[in-house]
């Protein structure tokens, strides 16, 4: 059995609620050609955004099941409150219904903002309760109540970890909104390419010196792209916490938490040096299957010589990993990481 762990999924444009529009907050045009948001929009590039075309998409590649993340558009950061709620509600609706039309072809996630936490933590409560979800997914980085951008990895989140292992959930931490917190000209693309692994390096660097691993025993949460630049940065993280203890008196070593078995990382690196580098310094059993579809900087076919699992297949080839170990990647540590037994699909 192969399951994607990442991926994504668009509402049809009948599907967005009017109000999604009348008010800019997000809507796709109806020859389903451009999502737009705002004075924002972004091509739709492959037809398997939608869910007759992902399911085609799936089984002309084997991929048995596939867990679709929220829409970093829907992420909600800095939006007034009501405008959040009712968008939020739109988008863990929409995610609950793919998850209970198709329970065998996919695991759904569900997000909250932050900003606004009480809301978030009754939003927890509905889509584990009343939705059946049990994954939540939480941008790198949010704009609190004083218009600052911070990790959600800060301590003003903690409250929604705590419900979070109340629940036992996985996690995805994704990262969005880089051209909002970079003072640099939005140009080559670099907000995409650069800024959003500096993003996941960001929050994995607090998580992990603030112990949340330990903290929070019973949350397993997953670092999209492979968390790149935080797994190559991990020596100058440890060199800076040896240099300047007067700076992390109160926090943890970083080596603590290296390779901790509820820390994931998703294979989305693109080349297999770097899976390397994730396989020696996590292991192997802490990487989950990615492929970030349907994107072109997912791992997907069309884009030069990309194809779903091509990373893997060539790590095989060069002999970073086993078949076995690609195997598990693709099955057993999607399953650890979303807490599910592999009977749940029987």
């Given at each position: 059995m192969r399951i994607n762990g990442h991926g994504h999924i668009l509402p049809e444009p009948f599907q967005i609620p009017k109000f999604?529009?009348?008010?800019?907050?997000?809507?796709?045009?109806?020859?389903?050609?451009?999502?737009?948001?705002?004075?924002?929009?972004?091509?739709?590039t492959n037809t398997g955004f939608f869910l007759k075309d992902k399911l085609e998409w799936m089984n002309q590649h084997n991929i048995n099941h596939a867990v679709m993340l929220c829409l970093s558009q829907l992420y909600c950061n800095g939006w007034k409150k009501q405008n959040c709620i009712d968008a939020i509600t739109f988008q863990n609706d929409f995610n609950a219904s793919i998850q209970r039309d198709?329970?065998?072809?996919?695991?759904?996630?569900?997000v909250v903002q932050?900003?606004?936490?009480e809301h978030a933590l009754s939003e927890i409560d509905r889509c584990v309760n009343t939705l059946g979800l049990k994954l939540l997914c939480l941008p790198t980085h949010f704009l609190n109540k004083k218009g600052e951008w911070i990790s959600v990895s800060e301590p003003d989140v903690d409250p929604i970890f705590e419900l979070a292992n109340k629940h036992g959930l996985a996690i995805q931490v994704h990262p969005y909104d880089a051209e909002k917190m970079i003072a640099l000209k939005n140009q080559y693309w670099r907000f995409h390419l650069i800024w959003m692994m500096a993003q996941c390096a960001d929050t994995l660097h607090l998580f992990t010196l603030r112990n949340l691993p330990n903290k929070y025993p019973k949350l397993r949460v997953c670092f999209a792209h492979g968390g790149m630049l935080g797994i190559a940065n991990y020596g100058r993280?440890?060199?800076?916490?040896?240099?300047?203890?007067?700076?992390?008196?109160?926090l943890q070593d970083p080596r603590k938490t290296l390779g901790h078995k509820n820390l994931y990382f998703d294979t989305l690196v693109h080349d297999s040096h770097t899976l390397d580098l994730l396989k020696k310094r996590v292991g192997v059993s802490q990487v989950v299957m990615g492929l970030d579809d349907p994107f072109p900087l997912g791992e997907i076919d069309g884009v030069g010589t990309s194809y779903p699992g091509r990373v893997l297949d060539y790590a095989v080839e060069t002999g970073i990993l086993t078949k076995n170990e690609k195997k598990d990647i693709w099955h057993k540590n999607v399953l650890d990481w979303l807490g599910l037994k592999k009977e749940y699909f029987l």
């Open positions: 999604m529009k009348d008010k800019k907050l997000f809507w796709v045009d109806d020859d389903k050609k451009f999502m737009r948001q705002g004075n924002w929009s972004r091509p739709i198709y329970p065998e072809k996919f695991t759904c996630g569900f932050p900003l606004y936490m993280r440890i060199q800076g916490f040896d240099g300047r203890p007067d700076i992390f008196e109160t």
